[in-house]
């Protein structure tokens, strides 16, 4: 009976307690320290691709399934790649960093609406149900329910040039000859769980 006195919440109390036991438990990793499945987590499974200011709350997010994380001018990297129809690619242009967030298979429904619909034609944000929270050391804003954030500041963009493509499977994906726009990231911290890397916190 003692233990029953101790399990009184109100609706209110409840609710936190949830939102506790769901909340994504993530640390930062040294870049050095960063294990990702890289294959199966960019092409299977997609990243949300975010960039704008997170403090105006003018940013806008699509999936990303293209694209790779790696080194560059010794620096830590993730590379996007980006049509030029997408909305995203006018806050790509503006602004100078983006953040590429992964999560786990409970929202993957999310992720086929944020690559299916476009920010210029609904709020994505309000319609997918995930949290947007400030990134630490950048302007553009990750979310609360992903299990590894990549915060990047960009370094570099290059458009691809069909002239350079030497293997024939690559002009396929351009019957409308919309070629990607690359951006290179510098990954200034990256927060994830622990299967993602040892925490800094903890070595
Ligand atoms: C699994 C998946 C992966 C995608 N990967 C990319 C990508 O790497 N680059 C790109 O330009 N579009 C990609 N898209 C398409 C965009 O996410 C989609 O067109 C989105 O609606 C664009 O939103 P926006 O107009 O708000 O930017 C992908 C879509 C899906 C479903």
């Not at 003692?2 to 409840?14: E, F, L, N, P």
């Not at 994504?24 to 691709?49: H, M, N, T």
């Not at 999936?63 to 030029?84: D, E, F, I, L, Q």
Request: aromatic residues 12%; hydrophobic residues 35%.
């Amino acid at each position: 009976m003692a233990s029953q006195i101790g399990i009184y919440y109100t609706a209110k109390q409840r609710k936190l307690r949830q939102n506790e036991e769901l909340a994504v438990k993530r640390e930062e990793i040294a870049p050095s320290q960063l294990r990702l499945p890289v294959y199966r987590s960019w092409c299977d499974e997609g990243f949300l691709l975010t960039c704008g200011d997170h403090s105006t709350g003018r940013f806008n997010t699509m999936t990303a399934g293209w694209g790779s994380v790696g080194c560059m001018w010794k620096r830590p990297m993730a590379m996007v790649v980006v049509r030029p129809q997408r909305y995203t690619r006018k806050f790509m242009e503006e602004y100078p960093d983006f953040t590429i967030c992964h999560f786990p298979p409970e929202h993957s429904e999310a992720l086929v609406y944020c690559g299916s619909h476009s920010g210029r034609d609904v709020n994505k944000i309000v319609e997918c149900g995930l949290t947007p929270i400030a990134s630490k050391t950048i302007g553009s804003p990750a979310f609360d329910e992903a299990d590894l954030i990549m915060e990047c500041g960009k370094m570099y963009f290059d458009d691809l040039e069909p002239q350079h493509f030497l293997a024939e499977f690559i002009e396929e994906n351009y019957p409308n000859k919309d070629y990607h726009r690359l951006y290179f990231g510098e990954i200034k911290a990256a927060f994830g769980t622990k299967e993602y890397g040892s925490w800094q916190t903890t070595g």
